[in-house]
């Protein structure tokens, strides 16, 4: 039996690109709390923060089964960069009022974090690539989970309002967002996602 634990992330997302399930669940586990704790921090909702949380693991899952991952030994700075990216489209979606001075601590202290800056551009893709292949996946979900994704990804409502407008609960709406995202997860392994640049 393979002792996941023992290995490094880079090791995991590579068994995890060949098609080994179980190594992403690793590194889900492994970086689940820190990803959603930086974030939360930073939108002080628990709603929002649920929302973004799968939508950084969206995009990791996508870019990682289309071989767009590329390999740093940093993957858990690669989930922040792509979380903090996630939660500066929201305040401008949004259009929330954020200014963060250089002369506020906070400010200050978002700037010294090396996790937010220590990436090259090679490292990511555009979010139209990645909308695009998620898109070609998505058509392929069952109905509920089409529906939840579309209403995520597409229209931005929250799990909240995804609930009220489908007349379910927050939970059964996580959950079918949870099975989407191990189904999208299934279809990219049968599927070449290589994009050509």
């Known amino acids: 039996m393979h002792t996941y634990h023992l290995e490094a992330d880079d090791v995991l997302v590579r068994l995890y690109e060949e098609g080994d399930d179980l190594a992403f669940d690793i590194l889900l586990e492994r970086h689940q709390q820190r990803i959603y704790n930086y974030i939360l921090t930073m939108v002080h909702n628990e709603d ?6 799968q939508d950084v693991f969206i995009k990791a899952v996508t870019r990682i089964r289309s071989h767009r991952y590329v390999e740093s030994g940093r993957f858990g700075s690669w989930l922040l960069r792509i979380a903090h990216n996630l939660v500066i489209d929201s305040f ?8 963060i001075s250089r002369d506020t601590t906070e400010g200050a202290n978002m700037e010294n974090k090396t996790c937010l800056s220590d990436f090259s551009v090679e490292q990511f893709i555009s979010n139209e690539q990645t909308y695009t292949d998620l898109e070609l996946m998505v058509k392929k979900l069952p109905q509920s989970q089409q529906q939840i994704v579309k ?14 407008q489908t007349n379910c609960s927050i939970n059964t709406a996580l959950g079918r967002m949870r099975y989407a995202i191990l189904n999208l997860r299934k279809m990219a392994a049968r599927r070449d996602l290589t994009i050509a640049v």
């Open 92 to 99: 401008r979606q949004h259009k929330s009022v954020m200014t």
């Open 151 to 164: 209403m995520r990804m597409y229209e931005g409502l929250s799990f909240k309002e995804i609930a009220a």
């Open 48 to 53: 929002e923060a649920n929302d973004l949380f």
